[in-house]
């Protein structure tokens, strides 16, 4: 303790030469600003992870159930009512989801469709985002089909033109007539009613919509489906009936949650938020250096102190520990001023909304920039700072030794 308190001595009292006053402050202040920009890079990251789960809760079920084996689900109505007569279940529908040719006149593209029926707004409210026109209305007894952004401006494709899409999936069974390829593929017009968009690549490109009975009828099924998409009733967590579901259903079944159905996705913003935490670890260190520098010219300053001390009877661990406390608290002392600064900052974000997007406001879909602050964040930083710290410390041993400070006047 008696180390620690002549340290923080040292640290706080006014330096003989101005220099050294004027370095350490800035030894400081660059830890402080190299800490603070790591939490709020951070609490980025975390604003644009929960602005993406918000869009994808807009077009993913609470819970999904995928078979292990095979694409599809036998009797998935069947199964798909005993899972809505459960208690925790509020809703469940039988879902087809596969790959397709979309062609509107000359226009054609590569899509994913989405074979839904009338109870799926019940698991997944989707005609919340529609953007144009009228969720899957059927008129003149045609099909109707809700497209998303991309694929309607590709397609050329609008709910006012009455535009008419041609769906088209290889035949699933049956032979194949060389002679006439066009047998090999199964087709169906659908009028475009509707589209929608929510902002996320992965959905806005090439994704759509169509009746269930529309997508069975294209991939020759009876009572099959590729998913059955559940939503659970009010007071329980999506987590919680996922592991009681696994169990009841058995290991022929997966039950996603909203994460693990988007875990992709999910797994490349984690990425890229360590590596950018690495990155910004690396500056952190550099600006470390300037403890080291700071260290040094102490050490020189103090040096006539550390053999009065000495004479005093001081042992050499007491004069050694006290270099060693000092770079720890400059280190320590900037970190923790840098985590509070940018937890201060970044909350400020979080609830005011400072910082504001720029261009207009009507084709933004968000109007300031997305923040959360993340108490395991800011732990990480924490122990970032104390490495450094301890490197800190063990480099200020190095110089008391060749500086002869534990020696001997």
Known sequence: MLSLRIALRYLLSKKSHGAVNIISIFSVAGVAVATAAIVIVLSVFNGFTTLSAGRLSAIDPELKITPTQGKAIANADSLALALQALPTIAAAAPVIEERGLAICGSLQKPVIFKGVDEAYQSVVPVADIVIDGEYLREAYDTPAAMLSAGVAVNLNARPDFGSVV????????????PANPSTAFRGQQMLVTSVFQIDQPE????????????????LEYDTEATAIELTVAPGRTPEAEASALVQQLGPGYRVLTRSEQEADSFKMIMVEKWITFLMLAFILVIASFNIISTLSLLVIEKRANMHTLSALGAPRSLLRNVFVDLGCLISIAGGVAGIILGAVLSLLQQWLGLIKLSGDPAHLSISVYPVRVEGIDLLAVLGLVCIIALCSAAVAALFSRKLGVNENP
């Open 166 to 177: 041609e769906l088209y999936v290889p035949r699933r069974v049956g032979r194949i007539n």
């Open 203 to 218: 959905y806005d490109a090439d994704y759509m919509y169509v009746p269930l009975s529309v997508a069975r009828d294209l």
